[in-house]
């Protein structure tokens, strides 16, 4: 299987069918072979959004070795945490918004069905049209009849994890529909027919002069003298796109926040594709999962002060959209609303792990944390990527999931792609505890494994609490592991073990053990007079032990 | 309705453990957040933070007393070719225009097009249009933000969109400083169409440099009217 610079599989390139793009690949074709003339990296898209099919030890290794990704990541990064820290500190009550924040949805999921309920009441009376749909491909195939029976074959979109969630462009493509991307971020991913690597800022992963390449090659109607001037490049992604928002029938969006006790809709944005989007077609289709309600109009006043300055560190988006239902002769004429599960019923049924449907989508998690920062969002192997994909990918996929998962699955190894340090705590504006969650996904994998054949893990266990309980067994093991130095380079680190040692250095490296133990050298500094005690002399064992 | 629906619903209340002993109880809601700011609405305090907000996102403010607005407005989009305003917008604002051809300055003339809902203007015309005069519902100090709620005088979701310069009229009354006092404004009629600004559109998704003026109005001008004796006024 060839592997690509991200450490993506090269599973499938779906019809990227991208807007104007100059690859005359037609829209659902799919390429079985790899695509040795990519020039932006031949990234393929997954067949799963979900589980992109590497797990993330192997998929961070080689992302780790990318200097430009790296480069890239801790520019952005470290430039938004700071920006994020800027406009909270200058909030006196962020403290008090996080706690309501919390709340607010740990009473949204509590209500769930009553909720949803009145969400659907008020929408069908304001002229909306609710659908729901249990699973990706259910979704996929309500928005694709919309856009049918309005005799539509293109569709502009405004960024939406949940439509990502789905794969809704690669389903649509399969119908002859194109789907295409108006934030900027989105058309420079789907230019280069690559993946996102992060929730807010997709092409994060790209810099100027990767931009203006992509644009050249791909746009079609971009100045052939673009310079890499990210003003010149934004002002011919306007151009590009104009055309199609004046002229689209059916746009497709996401929400950010669902009013159950008016219908209202709301999408926060930066470039004003989501306004053009949500006003300038005759019909709207939104596809939000069932957890982004909140109960009333007002709440609004916590989630729009938490949002922006979590996600992008301003004080406010430049433009934030609200809609109920239809507005005659003001924007869109037909309404539709997809409420989503796939998946979300089944982390709703963990008591500890529902508190991942907290989540706004902020993405300040991710820049905090220092695993994201070095290895950038595709090694996460999902389009939820960071700390929140860490626990909400495995969560949707895991056991029990539609889509299956379990043991082997590439997203089992998701929860350890932490070091537990909680700075995404810290920052989580509705205080999802993702490290606890972490901590509770990792003993569940574990207990999951407990009792299977031959597992390498049990029988060392076992092993170490038989040589353990015993103190003359303990010290003839610690002798024997000083003999281990030898495996140790100059720098007295271990990086290649034999097997099993192999499945440890395989991800991360080990310190050579030292030429005495510690039992020894206090035996030697303390009680000179004494030799060190036989390697199988039970009467050794006892307190020093315990 | 449909057996997704049905299923659906099933499958949360399953989830939940409804009717168990492990449902979740929904928690009381702590609101020790501020529901307004310690300045009232329009006062020179608010006003000073609105400008100085806007002005960060590089919007335009132009401070005026409520006999200046036409003369401002004649300023800003004076040399428009064609300038767009909705129905029940205040037509003493757009006095100071030339808008007859056959004037002595008719190099100056502005044409003047009233979005009529009876007829409303095709998106060809609005994307040829060079600017937009619109009043709003209420803005925010604290955030930079002005909220439109397709009132009369601000018209449908379109026509503050599609022209590349939007002049927005805001009197000082309508300047509360936090957000919990607009929403609580707006959820009188909550069904309306919003649209909050804050700036003119932007991106920062090329390397993270910001980049004002992407597919919303390039140019956001906003005409704060101030009572008169007011401070600034």
């Known amino acids: ?546 | 309705m449909s057996d997704a629906r049905t299923q659906v619903l099933a499958r949360v209340r399953q989830a939940l453990g409804r009717g168990t002993p492990s449902e979740p109880v929904p928690p009381e809601v702590p609101r020790a957040y501020r529901s307004a700011g310690e300045h009232a609405p329009g006062s020179a305090a608010v006003l000073d933070q609105l400008v100085d907000r806007l002005e960060d996102y590089r919007a335009h403010v132009h401070r005026v007393a409520p006999g200046g607005v036409a003369d401002a407005v004649a300023q800003i989009v004076g040399h428009a070719t064609t300038v767009v305003v909705p129905p029940g917008l205040d037509r003493e604002w757009l006095a100071g225009l030339v808008t007859d051809p056959t004037s002595g300055r008719s190099h100056d003339a502005v044409r003047v097009v009233v979005d009529d809902p009876a007829a409303p203007l095709p998106a060809e015309m609005l994307d040829a249009a060079s600017a937009v005069v619109t009043a709003a519902r209420v803005a925010i100090a604290e955030t930079g933000t002005i909220v439109l709620d397709g009132g009369p005088d601000q018209g449908r979701r379109a026509i503050s969109l599609v022209p590349d310069v939007h002049l927005c009229v805001l009197r000082a009354g309508q300047v509360v400083q936090t957000v919990p006092e607009a929403v609580r404004a707006l959820a009188t009629s909550p069904a309306r169409p919003l649209t909050w600004v804050s700036g003119p559109s932007a991106t920062s998704d090329i390397e993270l440099s910001r980049v004002e003026g992407v597919h919303g109005p390039r140019t956001l001008h906003v005409l704060l009217v101030e009572e008169a004796g007011a401070p600034g006024a």
């Not at chain 1, 019809?15 to 393929?44: I, K, N, Q, Y």
């Not at chain 1, 659907?120 to 304001?126: K, Q």
Request: glycine share 10%; aromatic share 4%.
């Open chain 1, 1 to 546: 299987m060839s592997r690509t610079f991200l450490g993506l599989p090269a599973l499938r390139r779906g019809g990227h069918g991208g807007p104007g793009g100059g690859t005359g690949d037609p829209a659902g074709a799919h390429r079985d072979s790899p695509v040795a003339d990519e020039p932006f990296g031949p990234v393929r898209h997954p067949d799963a959004p979900l589980r992109w099919g590497e797990s993330f030890p192997r998929a961070a290794k080689e992302a780790l070795g990318n200097a430009q990704l790296r480069r890239n990541l801790a520019h952005a990064t470290s430039t938004i945490r700071a920006r994020r820290a800027a406009v909270v500190g200058e909030v006196p009550d962020w403290e008090a918004l996080r706690d309501a924040g919390s709340a607010l949805k740990e009473q949204v999921l509590a209500r769930l069905p009553e909720l949803l309920e009145e969400l659907e009441r008020n929408v069908t009376a304001r002229g909306g049209v609710v659908h729901w749909a249990r699973d990706a491909a259910e979704a996929n195939r309500i928005v694709a009849g919309i856009v049918k029976a309005e005799g539509a074959d293109e569709v502009v979109k405004v960024k939406s994890m949940a439509t990502q969630e789905i794969g809704l462009n690669e389903a649509l493509a399969a119908e002859g529909i194109a789907a295409v991307e108006t934030d900027l971020a989105e058309l420079i991913v789907q230019l280069a027919d690559d993946m996102p690597s992060h929730i807010l800022v997709p092409a994060i992963h790209r810099n100027r002069s990767e931009i203006r390449d992509i644009f050249l090659a791909r746009m079609g109607d971009a100045p052939p003298d673009l310079s890499d001037v990210p003003r010149e490049l934004a002002m011919a992604a306007r151009a590009h796109l104009r055309r199609k928002f004046l002229s689209a029938k059916v746009a497709v969006s996401g929400a950010n926040f669902a009013v159950a006790s008016t219908g209202t809709l709301a999408v926060v944005e930066s470039e004003g594709n989501g306004r053009m989007c949500l006003t300038m077609p005759e019909t709207l289709v939104t596809v939000m999962g069932i957890e982004k309600l909140v109960p009333s109009f007002e709440d609004l006043e916590v989630f729009l002060q938490l949002l922006p300055r979590s996600s992008t560190g301003e004080r406010m988006n430049p433009y934030t959209s609200l809609w109920t239902g239809v507005t005659p002769g003001d924007g869109p004429q037909r309404f539709h609303l997809v409420l989503l599960d796939n998946g979300r019923s089944q982390v709703l049924a963990d008591e500890t792990g529902r508190a991942a449907l907290h989540c706004i989508r902020c993405s300040a998690c991710l820049n905090v944390c220092p695993v994201y920062e070095r290895v950038g969002g595709h090694a996460y192997g999902s389009v939820y990527p960071g700390p929140i994909g860490a626990i909400l990918t495995p969560q949707l996929t895991g056991p029990g999931a539609r889509t299956g998962g379990g043991h082997g699955d590439p997203n089992a190894a998701l929860p350890y792609a932490s070091t537990l340090c909680g700075a995404c705590y810290e920052v989580c504006p509705v205080k999802i505890d993702i490290p606890s969650i972490l901590v509770d996904l990792r003993a569940r994998e574990v207990d999951a494994d407990r009792g299977r054949l031959a597992d390498p893990t049990a029988a060392a266990m076992k092993v170490a609490g038989w040589v353990m309980s015993d103190g003359g067994r303990f010290a003839a093991a610690g002798r024997a592991a000083s003999l281990g130095r030898v495996a140790g380079g100059r720098d007295g680190v271990v990086r290649h073990l034999p097997f099993p040692g192999s499945r440890w250095t395989a991800s991360r490296d080990l310190p050579a053990p030292p030429g005495q133990t510690f039992r020894d050298w206090w035996t030697k500094e303390h009680e000179p007079g004494r030799t060190p005690p036989p390697a199988h002399e039970p009467g050794d064992s006892g307190e020093e032990q315990r």
